[in-house]
């Protein structure tokens, strides 16, 4: 049928050139073979939507297929494009017709190796190339004391990870003198699979695609290029840390590869609670007791504060309850020169009345201070 090669790329028959190349792009790289290993589903898919491209892609072919359906068109020859220097990916499409697709002249505004070139980005050796790749960041809990992390401290502990081979300098294997052909491929570095009228061709897995065997692997790190070590690390925890901060130590996480730079160690806080504090971010918060006779007639009081004490003023009729702040005696801040504020909150101590004496003068308050403090109370019914 007409409209099977649309229907493949999941396009309709008035699609623009543009819009075909598009949905092509996506399905080939979610069917590509390299994506999808051993996976023959995905390679019969992927053939599929490589041949409906190689039509719809193709003004002149995609007329005639419009006109005629598939048994019209033509699928190699000498007209046929032969794109046996294109290597995209791990495959290559020898014997398979992409007329007019190697000069970028199609409808399709490209051809299939500008199409892999941006979806693999690999070197025409069908080599992956190894580009340097950072090492993993390490985490690391360590507990602090309630003042340890407000105050801030240099800590010594061990890690364990690991860092570039000194031998191989980190790649893994050392170059030989000698050149072994490689077996497998036969000094081609590739090896072709042929699928119906496409042959796949793919880097040598037992020679990386190079086609000789000319490194061994390093003793010393086993062929990783990294090896493990334990070491000794100072860190400065800065004042004004809570639960979860992460404080980052550069390079002293996993070694990178290729040449790539080292990780990051992260050093994550747990902080313990203290029996009076109450943190809240930057800001304190702590309840004193006061006296009947102090919220009443008021006074001053010393409270107790992270670096000391401080005096606040009690007015007098303080109420239970009632908030005080102490500016800039909170918590130091991460950011900036500033430290949040402590809020002493107050409570009334009623004492126990034992004596007669005390019994009567508070009768004879009572007596002078006549005040009902439900007196507002009022309860629907």
Excluded: W
């Excluded at 290559?92 to 051809?111: E, L, T």
């Excluded at 090492?135 to 801030?152: C, N, W």
């Excluded at 004193?288 to 401080?310: Q, Y």
């Amino acid at each position: 049928m007409a409209d099977d090669y649309y229907k493949t790329l999941g396009v309709k028959k008035s699609a623009s050139s543009a819009e075909i190349k598009k949905a092509y792009r996506r399905l080939a790289r979610k069917f590509h073979p390299d994506f999808n290993p051993g996976d023959k589903n995905s390679e019969a898919r992927f053939k599929q939507i490589s041949e409906a491209y190689e039509v719809l892609g193709d003004e002149d072919k995609r007329k005639m297929y419009d006109m005629y359906g598939t048994t019209q068109i033509p699928t190699g020859g000498a007209g046929g494009f032969d794109p046996g220097g294109f290597d995209f990916g791990n495959v290559n499409f020898h014997g398979f017709d992409f007329s007019g697709a190697g000069g970028g002249s199609s409808a399709g505004g490209g051809s299939f190796g500008d199409i892999f070139s941006d979806l693999f980005n690999r070197s025409k050796t069908g080599r992956q190339s190894r580009k340097p790749m950072q090492g993993q960041d390490i985490q690391h809990t360590v507990s602090l004391t309630f003042y340890e992390a407000i105050r801030g401290l240099t800590m010594n502990f061990k890690v364990d990870r690991s860092k570039p081979c000194g031998t191989c300098d980190g790649k893994g294997s050392i170059k030989t003198s000698n050149k072994t052909t490689c077996g497998n491929c036969g000094g081609a570095g590739k090896t072709k699979i042929r699928q119906g009228n496409m042959v796949f061709e793919s880097s040598c897995k037992a020679c990386g695609g190079r086609g000789v065997f000319d490194s061994r692997q390093c003793n010393d790190c086993g062929g990783k290029g990294r090896i493990p070590i334990t070491e000794k690390i100072k860190v400065s925890i800065p004042p004004g840390v809570n639960n979860g901060t992460r404080v980052r130590v550069p390079n002293k996480g996993e070694a990178g590869l290729y040449g790539g730079r080292e990780g990051d160690l992260f050093i994550i806080t747990k902080v313990g609670d203290h029996d009076f504090f109450e943190r809240r971010g930057e800001n304190l918060y702590c309840t004193v007791p006061v006296t009947f006779v102090e919220a009443a007639l008021g006074a001053k009081i010393e409270v107790p504060t992270i670096d000391g004490s401080a005096t606040i003023k009690i007015p007098p009729g303080t109420k239970n309850g009632q908030k005080f702040r102490i500016r800039e005696k909170g918590v130091p801040a991460l950011r900036g020169n500033l430290s949040g504020d402590q809020f002493v909150e107050v409570t009334i101590h009623v004492p126990r009345i034992q004596d007669e004496d005390s019994k009567e003068l508070l009768r004879r308050f009572a007596a002078l201070n006549s005040e009902n403090p439900r007196e507002d109370l009022h309860i629907s019914r």
